[in-house]
């Protein structure tokens, strides 16, 4: 017992250390396994310290073998679980191309028509939002007869990703707000996913997946999720200490607080991030155009491979038109809802 | 102590004049049964490009006794050296795509066609061999069947196979399209733009990785059809009146979109040999080197196995390791060279 009391208390007071070493440890081992199976290695590790040429140019021998580890592991992972993918991918196909079936089946007066109700409502009926939404979006079509159907397959499209953001973003924001090891974990992860270049995972995704929809929805995740998780984690911490307190003074639980307090004033921060993904998503269905993802990016590229100018800048500007819709619409419900904050705060007085 | 260290100076410089008389000698002997000299050879920035040349230097260095200087570019430089008697042997050109620069220099007689280095660079419809065998998949014909469409199912448009095509906006993209509606395909195909090549090549890379079946537009020589077995779809024997028909059929569409098809003929893509190309003045004046240089061929499926080689991740990248490879493990090069050469680069090996 006292054995264990001692140790409990020396791994507690040189946990920094042992991690320290165990992270060198690691570092060795790389050097070590990189110059051993390299092949460039010196004949002797003598001839090598002899002559001063491996201090001026980089050895080729000095060389970390992640390249060899994520393609043998990538190779023997596809052929172990590639099958699941295929489940994975019919599934959100599915979705997909249900909402697009919808979307596409409705006569586009009625999709107008609907996306005018909504902005009209979101806007807290601002007249000025909603027939400039309304115009944009009339325009997409009117560009080109064949962008109606290709946007409304884009929408489907970013609907599915930003949903899969929705339900990933804001709960793992809520958690990165609540707990500081969380946040420690996730922050380099969101570092990674908006910094490294989409191809990067995009032709993994297409070998796991297939062409298509379904690794651009995972594109859009990866790119477009960070915002969100952050914008969320910051509205919550923006929250007032004060009424927090309040709110702990009255017997509030955990969970009241979240729900009754901390969400509530942190939606207009969260509906930002919401607009913000929205807007990411929608650059990434452009990219992923380069994966054979149907929809309007098709028509940039195609534009681009042609020398079509005209038709790549047309296709350019709807896309444009359809972020506006998306935006407009997305920054005019938040922009309500922080204004009913204030009446309702007016009011109180 | 000092007459000893003096005495291994002594030692050491007579060693070193002997060994330096003994190379010099050597070299002496070697030119003396050989006068082949500096052979300069041209290579163009491409995969096969880069493994004849490996190849064809490590024959003539070995074998001849030549040095091969090797002179690395892309197409228009390099021809253009070719053209100014700067290099003396080609050993891939692309004749068909040049023919129009190459034909003057040909005719004044400074160069002159060497023959065929890979007999054909295909482009066609492919079907990976599992399922070909299986279903006993020969020719496009064999495709139109419902069953066999629905191997290979097309998430995207339930109830249609997915054929996998060429980057829109390439002309071979719209040749496909006709040849879909030509062969009566396009009821059971969808004409499936990858977007890119990259892609494309991921895509088949994916499937082939899970076991499902593929049906695709590809073309060769190419690393990728090394790796993967495909079995070729016959199609209509190429005629240049059938293949004129159709070309006006695609340029039409292409200028005035998919309404303007009208039925005409399709036919095969035609194969296109690749050559070589040697300076008029060095073959005369290096007989036995360059009847060698007019031997060389290699079969289309060999290039491919090589050009896995090379451009496999791991263990490729290295143009010499790549030529050793196929000099110690395939035998077809043995015919192009006198016995006696043979030996000589054997023993070098």
Known sequence: MVLIKFMVKFLKKYSNYILYTFLFAIFIFLLVNGYQNSRYKPDSLMSVLGSTDWLLNWPKWLDVRLMHWTNDGFGSFIKAYGKYFDVVNDFLLGLIYGLKGILVLAPWPMVIGIVIAITFFASGRSLYTTTFVGIATFFIGFLNPVFWDKALETTSILFIGIFLCMSAGIPGGIAMARNKRVRNFFLPVLDLAQTIPAFCYLIPGIMLFGLGAVPAIIAIFIYAVPPLM???????????????????????????KLFGIQLPLALPNIMQGINQCTMMALSMVVIASMIGTRGLGDEVLLGLQQLN????????????????????????????????????????? | MIIKFKK???????????????????????????????????????????????????????????TVEITKGSTTPIMAAHYDKQLDVLVEVWYDNIIDNYKPHEEAGTIFNAGINTPASEQAFWVDATTAAKYNLKSVDDMKNPEVAALFNDPENPGMGRMYSCISGWTCYTINLVKQKEYGLDEFYTNYDPGTSGALDAAIAGAFAKGNPIFTYYWTPTGLMGKVDMVRLAEPAWTEKCWGDMSAVVESIKADGPDAYVASCACEYRDMALTKSMLTEWADAHPAESDFIKAYTLSTPTVNKLLAEYTDPNTGGDMEATARMFLSEYSEWKSMVPADVAKKISAAL
């Open chain 1, 230 to 256: 952050r914008l969320t984690d910051l509205g919550i911490r923006l929250v007032d200490e004060e009424v927090i307190e309040a709110a702990d003074s009255f017997g509030a639980s955990s969970s009241q």
């Open chain 1, 309 to 349: 100018i005209g038709r790549a800048l047309e296709a350019g500007i709807s896309i444009v038109l359809l972020a506006i819709v998306f935006d407009r619409i997305t920054q005019a419900y938040g922009a309500t809802l922080q204004s009913r904050r204030g009446d309702r705060e007016i009011n109180k007085k």
């Open chain 2, 8 to 66: 291994i100076i002594a030692v050491l410089t007579i060693s070193i004049l002997a060994i330096f008389t003994f190379v010099s000698c050597s070299e002496k002997q070697v030119a003396s049964t050989d006068d082949c000299g500096t052979v300069r050879m041209g290579d163009f920035d491409w995969d096969s490009a880069n493994i004849h040349a490996a190849i064809s230097s490590f024959i003539l260095e070995k074998g001849y006794g030549c």
